[in-house]
């Protein structure tokens, strides 16, 4: 039997021993020297080859992982992550209220401890506890920061380990729901755009009818004191409901970049009746400290409605939240040339710490889910695109915003109307009207309210008709229902003008939606008067005055 002998074959890795190989054997001979000296260089070469390209790997896949938008975890069995990427380093304090401490096991925590309430827990509960294998679990969820974030969870297939793993993914998805939602609130807003024009339409026609039939009825009933009051209320509430309507239809048209003048101390009570009934089941008063004379500025109407329902929606949203305060202020005067416009609340207000924020995109102190945080950003680009501006304070108590306008010339004052009596309309006598409406009690109404100071009316309830008759006489006065069956209004005035362009001048549009892009658009190409049904009596009387003044006579 030989001797024992043995030997040492070191392995090195960059010049440094990093292990050691034992060879033990039992001859009479010796193991050769220069074989072993071979035997060694030949395995470290063979290592270090191995060790270069698995630690390359491993840096191509740490650079992968660190280079990844979405957070990365790997969780063993027992429910502790043991892989994480630096994006899901970011993630996790807005999910687990033990932030670190479940990363790993030298923390003493794990994703499944009883009790422990985050989305990591949750989906590799509801992971695990599924009978389906080989699938993608995912759900959306938001952390304590009102970020929305998509979880996929899935098992981690196995080689040689017996043990299960499991991979989680989160991405925030936050921008990309935004946008969703915008995408979603422009369509809808497109459909309430079509669908208030057709309710309105359905809604004006009827109320002119109750409208004209009212004020005859004031006519015949001035004597009696008892009936004129009762029927007082009944007009206030139809002339409500018109203003109800006309503030919808501004509010739900397509948006435009058209600036016209316009009235602030208007568009400001526009926007507080829109919100009427919400801050009245809210038990929040609005308190109006607004310029005696109309603040004229140069504006885009719907927008700056938006703006005004936007700041009324977060005072009301506040008040409401915190059950602190109960009023709304809002005040409008006139400061260096500009229109400035405050609005107050006594609402839980805005603290120093976030004052800077609070018109930054995104940033909202609402609860998650009821708040995108872009209304003040949204609003201030707005007021920034009319030449204006927003500004916030905070104080003790309540919120308070600035806004300002360039203001635009002199204050329009109202003009002095006359008397509604027969002596204002003698001007009328001996002048002649047709009325076109399809609706026969409408254009009923109309002639028998003006016929006390029109000599001669005619109706016609179609396209046709009208045209017939009026190529057969002259009238002084058109008045033209835009929406007519078998030739509407628009192709009617084309028939008339090309005939005769001078018939042009007496041409008066009524329409029950004249807030309609297309109408709106026509009516302005035409140079022609627009009345918005429904009507009064003396609007109508008053229209023919303002065009009679210059206008010789017709012929019968």
Not at 68 to 78: C, T, W
Not at 180 to 197: F, H, P, Y
Not at 417 to 441: F, H, N, P, Q, T
Request: charged fraction near 30%; glycine fraction near 8%; hydrophobic fraction near 40%.
């Amino acid at each position: 039997m030989g001797a024992l002998h043995y030997c040492e074959l070191p392995l090195f890795y960059k010049g440094e021993q990093a292990g050691l190989i034992i060879i033990s054997y039992v001859r009479n001979d010796p193991f050769d020297a220069d074989l072993t000296t071979e035997l060694t260089l030949f395995i470290n070469r063979v290592l270090e080859g191995f060790f270069e390209q698995a630690f390359e790997e491993e840096k191509i896949l740490a650079d992968i992982m660190s280079s990844l938008d979405q957070g990365v975890f790997i969780a063993d069995s027992d429910g502790f992550l043991t892989v994480m990427n630096s994006r899901g380093a970011e993630f996790l304090p807005g999910f687990c209220r033990r932030e670190m401490d479940c990363a790993t096991r030298s923390g003493g925590g794990r994703l499944r401890t009883p009790g422990c309430e985050c989305a990591f827990s949750n989906l590799l509960g509801k992971f695990r506890d599924s009978e389906e294998a080989n699938r993608v679990y995912s759900e959306e969820t938001m952390d304590n920061r009102g970020q929305t974030f998509l979880f996929t969870v899935s098992g981690l297939a196995r080689r040689q380990s017996r043990k299960h793993r499991y991979v989680i993914t989160a991405k925030d998805i936050t921008e990309q729901k935004l946008m969703q939602d915008r995408m979603l609130l422009s369509s809808k807003l497109a459909s309430l755009g079509e669908m208030v024009a057709g309710i309105a339409h359905e809604i004006n026609n009827p109320l002119q009818a109750v409208l004209l039939n009212i004020e005859l009825y004031e006519a015949t009933m001035a004597e009696y004191d008892d009936g004129a009051e009762r029927l007082k209320p009944i007009k206030e509430g139809v002339l409500r409901i018109k203003k109800i309507v006309k503030d919808l239809l501004v509010f739900a048209r397509e948006k435009g970049i058209e600036m016209e003048c316009a009235d602030v101390n208007a568009l400001i009570g526009q926007a507080v009746e829109l919100l009427a009934h919400q801050l009245k089941m809210a038990s929040v008063s609005v308190r109006l400290r607004l310029d005696d004379g109309p603040l004229v500025v140069r504006c885009n109407r719907n927008l700056f409605q938006q703006v005004m329902i936007n700041l009324l929606q977060n005072s009301k949203d506040a008040i409401e939240g915190s059950r602190k305060g109960s009023t709304i202020e809002i005040a409008s005067f006139l400061r260096d040339g500009e229109v400035v416009v405050e609005i107050s609340d006594d609402g839980p207000g805005i603290s120093k710490e976030i004052i800077d924020r609070v018109f930054d995109p995104f940033f909202t102190t609402k609860d998650a889910g009821k708040g995108t945080g872009l209304g003040l950003s949204v609003s201030r680009k707005i007021l920034e695109n009319m030449g204006g501006g927003i500004t916030a304070s905070a104080a003790p108590a309540g919120a308070s915003f600035s806004i300002t306008l360039p203001h635009d010339g002199p204050i329009i004052e109202e003009g002095e109307k006359g008397a509604s009596g027969e002596r204002e309309y003698d001007m009328l006598r001996g002048r002649s009207v047709l009325i076109v409406d399809d609706e026969k009690e409408v254009a009923g109404l109309i002639s028998e309210a003006v016929s006390a100071s029109i000599s001669r009316i005619e109706t016609a309830g179609d396209g046709r008709e009208a045209l017939e008759k009026i190529m057969r006489r002259d009238f002084d006065f058109i008045f033209l229902d835009i929406m007519i069956p078998g030739m509407d209004g628009l192709e009617l005035f084309g028939r008339i003008t090309e005939r005769n362009p001078r018939l042009a001048e007496k041409i008066v549009f009524i329409s029950a939606n004249s807030w309609a892009d297309r109408i709106a658009e026509f009516v302005r190409h035409t140079k022609c008067r627009l009345l918005p049904k429904p009507f009064s009596v003396n609007e109508l009387l008053d229209v023919m005055c303002e065009m009679t003044r210059d206008a010789p006579v017709a012929g019968g």
